[in-house]
């Protein structure tokens, strides 16, 4: 029973280039959260997603960034025209219930912008 | 909006010896989580005490939560080396609806040295 798979593990772009972060869910999961975490801070609350449904993108920048989670296949996390201060890590987590259950976290993706 | 606040920020301490972290937080809660993070990887939930439970218990962590003070701590007793990790309370809201995203502290940083 795999985790919760995120790649690529490390994502480097040049200014303006496009970023895509893919994360698949533990089975069974329908729930999923992304995160962005900056050297020696905390998580950031991006975007909740269920399938085919943008539960709450409050976190996410309404320009440039993009989620989806499709009836089939893994949660996208899109940055258009990245710039250098989109570098982070970027977290996915997965849950089999509405948020006060666990969270399962992948391994994160590293995007560095050039 | 992160509401967790978890102290101390950093924690240097010596293997066999006990660490202690706090957390506090803003509205009332559903439950408390804690996690783990060792560098670069993601999250590991540890442990997840109710709003009507007051100790719990899982192997060498200790978590307490009081509701009146809006306050929890995590204790690791006998520490290890490879305890040496970032630590984050994370809690969910009561009656927080369809949208119950965990809210983040900002994190303990637990330096075990051997």
């Known amino acids: 029973n795999a985790g919760v798979m995120q790649n690529p593990r490390h994502l480097v772009r040049r200014r303006g280039q496009e970023a895509r972060l893919r994360c698949s869910p533990m089975k069974g999961h329908s729930h999923v959260y992304w995160y962005r975490q900056l050297p020696e801070e905390g998580l950031k609350f991006m975007v909740y997603?269920?399938?085919?449904?943008?539960?709450?993108e409050s976190g996410m920048p309404k320009e440039r960034f993009s989620a989806e989670f499709p009836k089939e296949g893994p949660s996208i996390l899109r940055i258009q025209q990245v710039v250098r201060g989109d570098s982070a890590a970027y977290f996915c987590a997965s849950s089999y219930s509405s948020g006060n259950e666990k969270l399962f976290f992948g391994s994160g993706t590293q995007l560095s912008v050039l | 909006s992160q509401q967790g606040e978890e102290d101390p920020q950093a924690l240097s301490i010596q293997e066999g010896e006990n660490a202690t972290m706090n957390c506090s937080y803003k509205t009332s809660i559903n439950n408390l989580q804690w996690y783990r993070q060792n560098s670069g990887r993601g999250l590991v939930h540890l442990i997840l005490i109710r709003s009507n439970e007051r100790e719990k218990h899982s192997g060498r962590l200790r978590v307490t939560l009081d509701t009146s003070k809006k306050s929890s701590s995590l204790l690791i007793t006998a520490s290890r080396a490879a305890d040496t990790a970032s630590y984050f309370c994370?809690?969910?809201?009561?009656?927080?609806?369809?949208?119950?995203?965990?809210?983040w502290g900002l994190g303990t940083s637990l330096a075990v040295n051997p």
């Open positions: 997603l269920q399938k085919e449904n943008i539960i709450d």
């Open positions: 994370a809690t969910v809201a009561y009656n927080a609806g369809n949208n119950r995203k965990l809210i």
